[in-house]
């Protein structure tokens, strides 16, 4: 029994929902469980008797918890199943033919193709049904045998790139066995006219269904130059929302590694088939591409290699002779470069400048003689695939140059001087071209009438001279020869570059000539008609996933062929090379626009996809389980066992606690910028005034040396912190020059401050004015420093008593001079009832350590030391100067002692005492 | 257990917000200690009372000579006799009182004594004496005696539910009685009559948790007493509810005529609401401010 995507094993089992009610009504009747409670007014309750003796009914919520897991109990006995296989399909027999399209469409479903395949060989496995499995792309005969044999090669099976021909499909429908039997038809979605005729044989030999992929198609047509860019367009056979593709770009990076090289976005607008984009790309990054690619589209359709017709030629113009000053449309290389300049790259230079970069081509213009070096390494370069295009001259003709034995370099012997027609001297007329020959490159070039040659270098009669020909005059003098070197060629144009013995430069029919010649690039043209019998050999073939793969081992094709005729197994997508240049052949077919496929109604199509079988029954009984779980703790609720007590509100609470801790837990503490000293270190405020602040690390300096000096404290380097930003918490003590050019620090700031003087942080503030101010806000400095410590928790002040700690916790001091001399020091209020003990001559002050000490004896100016150690700025006068520097110092020690170990001195009132005991 | 020290302190924020408590001043004969409770008679006292002509046996010392000048006869001149009036409190300590049905609310017990401390508090402001019934805690001033009922105020009983105890309570005295009074209404009633018989006046001060007042349980439920000694079971609570109600009414209009029969005044307090308001009620009653009766 099925019902909707669920079908049930054991359906019969659903009838016991019909017992629901009747347990309902039996829950009902079973008295819930007594509440306890304790109520005074007991007594008044005492006598009344219960009006009837049915309990109180179990709460609707607890019975309908109930009913839903034993409902639930009830189905998931019934062995519910999501997505069951349908029976009838499961128990199908008879021969399975399954058919795959193969072809490059299929590529992009192929994994999920396999699956389903697996799945569909593995069933008809099962049920012993004879199977076959064929592929359109490459038919063969039906042969019914065991599902598993097919299975077994179902791991070798891979499409082909290139799409059924009608051909292919006519030799299956002749394979096909005239027996009964299911079709399943994996289709790649492409609409084909022959489609029609292989369903209805197929129809009339059983059910027939078809299986279609659901993923768009998007195919890349090759580049076009436009405008100098490269022009992408991509199409996708259905036209529907927005979409976007990306192109990339591949080809090999200078090293020769592949890689991608730039990527394009492509987007088709809503109900568009076509996207157009275009690629701007060096034209030395053009020369490297090799193909593009949409990305993620995983079949041939979405490639397109490209060929000599990106790629720029490069070719070099030697002239034989220097180019006279001002005469540039005498130059014997004007015309040559205006004609190939719009789609190569022209190179200059001497002959052995040039070789080194390889260029396809090298033009000789009127070069007689080379020097044998010169020679060898051209007969080489040409050998290995050159081009080697030569013209006439007034010096070739003057030269020697294959005059008595054919040169390597020269297609013809030649005969001494040429000869000149239609000239003042001469009879006849400047002589026009005959049409080409058969086996000319130049065949079906028009030929302009106005072209007239008036003067040539003849070459010799020969019996090979006919066949090297491929354009002579009307005469049947030749006025192009060509003879292939090796892998290249040499060509004579038997007349100037320039128009001084032909107006051949002057026309179109030169350009076109160089074009079909290809020296030129980039026109797209078809092959020159002399290629169409050359056998091209494939250098790169794509597979039906667009992957390129090398193509050594395949036969090579004519050139005829290879335009026109449809992709096959003999001529799979792919680049192939020519004898000078190399054409690809992409799926891309500009003339056969692809089409989605029009099944006829009444068609069974699926998808690839299927739902996997699963059974719900353990999900059902877990969840009746989980039901019955929360009926226990409902009914003890209800009946008051769940009562929080105390314990349980406390284990709550720890349970709850427990649970959030790792939560609460700190999170590890930001990283600081600002090493972390790893010994003591003394601190100053960086103030903002940078003379402020090295005089305070210099100051700073000097006490830390002295300190080092004289004491057991060896602290590190003063560090100067930024209080908006660095910790405080390691440093004992902070020296704060007062400047009004400090700004006001920020509320975080002076919380982090406060926390540092709670915490037993001191900070030495010095208003630095004590030579011209008395305490107070009588100076800018102090009236800044009532304002920045306004924030501070800072507790009442008093000048340093003379019996304060700070006068004795190293050196006995009774005035703290820094650099000025004479205000008083202030630091924490002594408590009121400090008194004097007797026979001390201090009283017990306060216990802790002040947190502020302030001044305005410029402190650091007096302690700061230069790098090697002397002092930075003079301090009075001579030796008491220096005495007054000394004093400084010590003050510094004193209060860095203070600061470590607080009243330690002070606790000497405790020595009487402590002598006294140890007496006893 | 709420410690006697805050209990005291509590009591006494209570009663700080009331004015000096002076309970209602009758006729009590027998009880000569002087307080400051004008007895609207002449006798030993501090506040003038009337001048009288002079009769024979009165010393000359007593001639009010000032008065006496103003007219030809000679004035003597008397001051109101005033006593102080003893009031003996008694706080139920059953285990009854010790229920509370939410942790917003006091126990009753607690909110019971501190009702009885501060009207302590007050009564002893005002002059006069305040005792404890049962404790052996005869009626004195001052605030010792305060500490002392704080201290006594702290013992608990034992006992299902209380009935007011009536040792030491003087003849023609005050009482206040602070319970529940959900216990058998024959000891409330016996102990009412009797302390009437002795002319003791005063107040019944019902202390009820709002649970009591409304009742609301449901379902199949045992009630048990604080003590566990007694037990109800019931099937639907919920039935109970109007006649548990009845009932409380009841006993709360047996208490209202016992009341009425003796001359005492009744009153019933919920903990979920104020203390101030009983407290308020507490003094009005003692002070007779709510409605003097007729002076006997």
Redesign the interface.
């Known amino acids: 029994m099925t019902l909707g995507p669920i079908a049930f094993t054991a359906p019969w089992l659903l009838l016991a929902l019909a017992a629901l009610p009747i347990l309902w009504i039996l829950l009902r009747a079973v008295p819930p469980a007594p509440v306890r409670r304790r109520f005074p007014g007991v007594a008044l309750l005492l006598g009344l008797r219960d009006d009837d003796s049915v309990t109180d009914r179990t709460p609707w919520w607890l019975l309908l918890l109930r009913m839903l897991a034993v409902a639930g109990v009830i189905v998931g006995l019934a062995g519910p199943v999501l997505n069951p296989r349908a029976e009838a399909e499961a128990t199908r027999t008879g021969p399975l033919l399954i058919i795959t399209d193969a072809s490059w469409a299929s590529a992009r479903d192929w994994p999920a193709t396999r699956a389903l395949l697996d799945t569909m060989l593995a069933e008809a496995g099962r049920n012993g049904r004879p199977t076959a499995l064929l592929r359109l792309t490459a038919p063969d005969d039906v042969v019914f045998q065991a599902a598993e044999t097919w299975r077994s090669r179902l791991s070798g099976l891979s499409p082909h790139p290139w799409t059924p021909t009608p051909e292919m499909t006519d030799r299956l429908i002749d394979a096909l066995p005239d027996t009964n039997f299911e079709t399943r038809w994996f289709s790649d979605g492409l609409g084909r006219a022959e489609r029609q005729t292989l369903l209805t044989e197929l129809a009339e030999r059983g059910p027939v269904t078809i299986h279609e992929g659901a993923r768009p198609l998007v195919t890349l047509a090759p580049p076009v130059i436009e405008n100098a860019a490269l022009s992408l367009t991509a199409t996708r056979l259905a036209a529907g929302a927005e979409q976007t593709v990306t192109v990339t770009a591949h080809g090999t990076d200078p090293s020769g590694t592949p890689r991608a090289l730039a990527t394009l976005p492509l987007t088709f607008a809503q109900g568009e088939t076509e996207a157009t984009g275009a690629l701007s790309l060096p034209s030395e990054m053009r020369a490297r591409l090799t193909r593009f690619e949409i990305a993620g589209q995983g079949h041939a359709g979405a490639v397109a290699l490209t060929d000599d017709r990106l790629s720029r030629r490069e070719v070099a113009l030697i002239a034989g002779r220097a180019d006279r000053e001002g005469l540039e449309l005498l130059s014997p290389l004007h015309y040559l470069e205006r004609a190939l300049e719009p789609t190569s790259d022209l190179l200059s230079g001497t002959l052995s400048e040039i070789l080194p970069a390889n260029p396809g081509v090298i033009v000789l213009a009127d070069v007689g003689t080379l020097s044998a070096q010169e020679n060898a390494d051209l007969l080489a370069w040409t050998e290995a695939g050159g081009t080697l295009l030569r013209f006439a001259g007034p010096r070739l003709a003057a030269s020697d140059v294959s005059r008595d034995a054919e040169a390597p370099l020269m297609p013809v012997r030649l005969r001494s001087g040429g000869r000149t027609v239609g000239g003042a001297m001469s009879w006849g007329e400047p002589k026009k071209l005959a049409p080409f020959p058969e086996n000319s490159p130049f065949q079906g070039l028009d030929i302009p009438d106005d072209v007239r040659v008036s003067s040539q270098v003849m070459a010799q009669p020969d019996p090979i001279l006919a066949e090297r020909v491929i354009a002579g005059l009307t005469d049947g003098t030749p006025l192009v020869t060509r003879k292939r070197v090796g892998a290249g060629q040499v060509v004579l144009f038997h007349v100037t570059a320039n128009a001084e013995w032909s107006t051949l430069p002057l026309s179109g029919l030169f350009v076109q000539m160089l074009e079909r010649l290809s020296i030129t690039s980039g026109t797209g043209e078809a092959l020159p008609p002399d290629l169409a019998d050359a056998s091209w050999q494939p250098i790169t073939v794509l597979t039906a996933s667009g992957r390129p793969e090398s193509g050594d081992t395949l036969p090579g094709v004519t050139g005829a062929r290879l335009l026109t005729a449809p992709l096959g197994p003999d001529l799979r997508p792919g680049l192939y090379e020519g004898p000078d240049r190399r054409v690809a052949r992409n799926i891309h077919d500009p003339d056969h626009a692809l089409a989605p496929v029009r099944w006829p109604q009444g068609t069974s199509v699926e998808g690839l996809s299927r739902g996997a079988e699963a059974p719900l029954g353990g999900w059902l009984l877990a969840a009746a389980l989980g039901l019955l779980m929360a009926d226990i703790i409902a009914s003890l609720a209800l009946s008051g066992r769940l009562a929080p007590t105390r314990a349980t509100r406390t284990g709550a609470a720890i349970a709850l606690l427990a649970l959030t801790l790792p939560l609460m837990a700190p999170a590890p503490a930001a990283a600081q910028d600002q090493p972390i000293p790893e010994e003591l270190a003394l601190a100053h405020v960086l103030t903002g005034d940078a003379q402020l602040d090295e005089i305070a690390q210099a100051g700073l300096q000097g006490l830390s040396q002295t300190l080092f000096f004289r004491t057991s404290v060896e602290p590190d380097d003063p560090v100067g912190v930024n209080l908006e930003t660095d910790e405080l918490a390691f440093y004992p003590l902070l020296y704060w020059p007062v400047t009004p050019e400090q700004p006001i620090p920020s509320d975080e700031a002076y919380a982090r401050l406060n926390t540092y003087l709670r915490t037993g942080g001191m900070i030495l503030f010095d208003t630095r004015d004590a030579d011209i101010a008395g305490f107070g806000a009588s100076s800018r400095n102090g009236a800044w420093l009532q304002r920045l410590a306004a924030p501070l928790d800072i507790p009442p002040l008093e000048p340093v008593p003379d019996d304060h700690v700070l006068t004795r916790t190293f050196y006995l001091l009774q005035d703290f001079p820094g650099r000025h001399m004479g205000r008083p020091v202030w630091v924490e209020a002594a408590p009121p009832d400090a008194e004097r003990i007797e026979g001390m001559p201090f009283r017990n002050l306060n216990d802790g350590v002040t947190p502020v000490v302030i001044g305005g004896n410029d402190w650091a100016a007096a302690w700061a030391v230069n790098g090697v150690g002397n002092p930075m700025l003079p301090v009075g006068r001579g030796f008491a100067g220096e005495r007054q520097r000394e004093l400084a110092y010590r003050f510094g020690v004193n209060l860095v002692m203070h600061v470590l170990t607080g009243n330690y001195k002070s606790d000497q009132v405790h020595v009487p005492a402590l002598l006294d005991r140890l007496g006893q | 257990m709420t410690h006697d020290a805050t209990l005291r302190t509590r009591a006494e924020t209570q009663a700080a917000r009331l004015p000096a408590l002076l309970a209602r001043a009758d006729h009590l004969a027998g009880t000569v200690l002087m307080g400051e409770h004008g007895r609207r008679r002449a006798g030993q006292g501090d506040d003038f009372w009337q001048y009288r002509p002079v009769q024979p046996g009165d010393s000359r010392r007593h001639i009010d000579w000032r008065r006496s000048a103003r007219s030809d006869a000679e004035f003597v001149r008397q001051h109101e006799w005033q006593i102080a009036q003893s009031v003996m409190i008694w706080v139920d300590q059953a ?3 010790r ?1 509370t049905s939410s942790d917003a609310q006091p126990q ?1 017990a607690d909110r019971a004594r501190l009702l009885a401390l501060a009207a302590a508090i007050l009564l002893n402001r005002g002059g006069e004496r305040v005792g404890l019934t049962g404790h052996g805690l005869p009626p004195r001033r001052g605030a010792a005696q305060v500490a002392r009922l704080a201290s006594a105020l702290m013992t608990e009983d034992a006992a ?2 209380g009935t007011p105890d009536l040792s030491g309570l003087k003849a023609q005295g005050h009482a206040l009685f602070v319970s ?1 009074f ?3 209404i024959g000891g409330i009633s016996a102990a009412l009559t009797s302390a009437a018989d002795r002319g003791v006046r005063g107040c019944l001060l019902q202390v009820l ?1 709002p ?2 007042e409304s ?1 609301p ?10 003590g566990g000694t ?11 509810r109007d ?2 109600l009845d ?2 009414a009841t ?1 709360k209009t047996e208490l209202a005529a016992l009341c009425a029969t003796t001359g005492w005044r009744f009153h019933c307090h919920h903990t979920d609401s104020s203390a101030q308001s009983a407290l308020l009620w507490v003094h009005g009653a003692m002070s007779g401010a709510t409605g003097r009766e007729t002076g006997r």
């Open positions: 285990a009854s009182m229920f009753k299902e539910y529940d959900l216990g058998e948790d649970a009591e009742f349980y449901r379902g199949r439920t045992i009630f048990e007493s604080i007694m037990a109800h079971e019931t099937l639907k609570a919920n039935e109970l006649r548990y009932r409380l006993r």
